[in-house]
């Protein structure tokens, strides 16, 4: 392990000395002169890309961490027993979100505003396809329409700032209390439904949720949003009493504490009682009813929880855009969301994460950052670089499609089902 690790580090060393001036440097003109400037940007995403890569390669996650082979020992009995050294996943998780915290010190806000966005919009569909993976990956519920409890949350606060003056942090919980309870009255009625009849009823309520908010022009200001010219005002921004957090570096720091909040709550209800009825109500509805489950009463909460994170969310989503709009919540979304869930894995918590950092960065990359740096670097090459502008959504649904083919389990499998699997398959 320490010898490949030598290697690895020395080719590292290697091609950082030969890219680093192409890399690493770049040109700064202040008026007639030149100066050469280190670009921080660059040296953050060989950071992240090492951090990937020592993750990848320390793959072997089982139990509470990262296992490592050690030399094998005899036991008393005389057979030998291979030692396990774990090194918790929290250190990765903690190294991650330090990274995260960390971006924007790698450069001005001028220079940083521009990914901000990108950022802010990732760790928004990350919570978004947490909060759907409880309904889609661990209780097995086709549902199409997730994209409404979105929207439910985000008019809520544009309402209640623009017409009460509610301050944003009590609105995060209003507007996810009401995307709940409105979750709980949709599933009382069509939670018998199972499969396609499940995935058309809430087809159809995120259909009606958003031409309910196109037509109530009086209340949701209708195609215009909020706000108008008839409903003036600006949505608040959230606020510490002694600061308004209205500046991009803001939203992106409250938008990772929202993420970690999700994670952390989903996470705790996949290791619970709760989640385990959910996995088994999943796997076999019938036995789990027989083994004394109230599958009724575990899908109703399920729908509660998953319709609060969207509602959650969307509080958010509408003080960061400062306008809430019907067609910012279209059907369209909530395959997006749910693509997310498929494409990292059903069920699995970090394969979710992936999925939707996977299905914001390929689109940006082909539509913002593959274009400019063939025009930066490689200016000849400007006609590839409006192709691939051009064409970005069919090379994104053919690496869909070629995935769904040889990994349909998803980029990370639930780990609990594998090691179900794997016991079986022993038995056998």
Request: charged letters at 15%; proline letters at 4%; aromatic letters at 12%.
């Amino acid at each position: 392990m320490l010898e490949r690790t030598k290697k690895s580090f020395l080719t590292a060393l290697w091609i950082l000395i030969i890219t680093f001036p192409l890399m690493g440097l770049k040109t700064v003109f202040t008026g007639e002169q030149a100066e050469v400037g280190i670009r921080a940007d660059a040296f953050y995403l060989a950071g992240v890309v090492f951090l990937c890569g020592m993750m990848w390669s320390m793959k072997g996650l089982i139990g509470r961490g990262i296992a490592f082979a050690v030399p094998p020992a005899k036991s008393c009995t005389g057979a030998i027993k291979t030692s396990v050294m774990k090194v918790p996943v929290w250190c990765w998780q903690v190294g991650i979100l330090a990274m995260l915290c960390a971006f924007p010190f790698m450069g001005s806000e001028a220079e940083l505003n521009k990914y901000f966005s990108f950022l802010i919009e990732t760790l928004i569909y990350v919570s978004l396809a947490l909060g759907l993976n409880i309904m889609v990956g661990m209780v097995g519920l086709l549902v199409l329409g997730y994209a409404a409890f979105f929207g439910i949350g985000a008019y809520t606060y544009a309402i209640l700032s623009l017409n009460f003056h509610v301050p944003f942090w009590p609105s995060l919980f209003i507007g996810g209390a009401i995307a709940g309870v409105i979750g709980i009255l949709l599933g009382i009625p069509s939670i018998r439904l199972r499969g396609d009849y499940l995935a058309i009823v809430t087809l159809g309520f995120g259909e009606i949720v958003r031409f309910v908010l196109k037509n109530e022009a009086a209340v949701t200001g209708g195609e215009q949003g909020l706000p108008n010219q008839h409903i003036p005002g600006a949505i608040a921004a959230p606020s510490l009493g002694f600061m308004v957090l209205d500046r991009e570096i803001h939203y992106y720091y409250i938008a990772i504490v929202i993420m970690v909040l999700v994670v952390f709550v989903v996470h705790r209800l996949n290791n619970s009682r709760t989640g385990r009825a959910w996995i088994a109500i999943r796997e076999d509805e019938t036995a789990a009813m027989s083994m004394g489950i109230n599958t009724f009463r575990m899908k109703i909460l399920a729908f509660a929880i998953s319709a609060f994170i969207a509602g959650f969310v969307g509080v958010f989503y509408a003080a960061r855009m400062n306008f809430v709009n019907p067609e910012a919540f279209r059907f369209e979304y909530s395959v997006l969301i749910l693509s997310m869930v498929i494409l990292g894995g059903m069920g699995s918590v970090p394969g979710v994460i992936l999925g939707a950092v996977i299905l914001q960065v390929i689109p940006w990359l082909m539509r913002d950052m593959m274009p400019n740096l063939l025009r930066e670097y490689f200016p000849s090459a400007a006609n590839v670089a409006g192709t691939l502008t051009d064409f970005r959504l069919l090379i994104f649904g053919g690496i869909m499609v070629i995935m769904m083919i040889f990994r349909p389990q998803g980029i990370i499998g639930n780990a609990r089902r594998k090691i179900e699997l794997g016991v079986e398959e022993e038995r056998d």
